[in-house]
């Protein structure tokens, strides 16, 4: 995310429209953050999502992270 929105609460608006558009079809999302992302990582934690796994691809290091698309509006 550009410097200019980091913290204006873009980053979990733009995850709430991305997940409810992937509920209708898919029942989690993964996304890959390279591991030198420390502040990446620490954003998409917030967001509750978990690494389930980390791999190498092209020299470099990344988290694979999930979450489920489907929220309980309880």
């Given at each position: 995310?550009?410097?200019?929105?980091?913290?204006?609460?873009?980053?979990?608006?733009?995850?709430?429209?991305?997940?409810?558009?992937?509920?209708?079809?898919?029942?989690?999302?993964?996304?890959?953050?390279?591991?030198?992302?420390?502040?990446?990582?620490?954003a998409?934690?917030?967001?509750?999502l978990?690494?389930?796994?980390?791999?190498?691809?092209?020299?470099?290091?990344?988290?694979?992270?999930?979450?489920?698309?489907?929220v309980?509006?309880?």
């Open positions: 995310m550009d410097r200019t929105w980091r913290g204006s609460g873009a980053f979990p608006q733009l995850f709430v429209t991305m997940r409810s558009s992937l509920a209708e079809r898919y029942p989690i999302g993964i996304t890959f953050i390279n591991r030198l992302n420390q502040r990446s990582l620490k998409h934690q917030k967001l509750n978990e690494i389930i796994d980390e791999f190498e691809f092209n020299q470099g290091s990344y988290y694979s992270l999930a979450f489920p698309t489907k309980d509006s309880a």
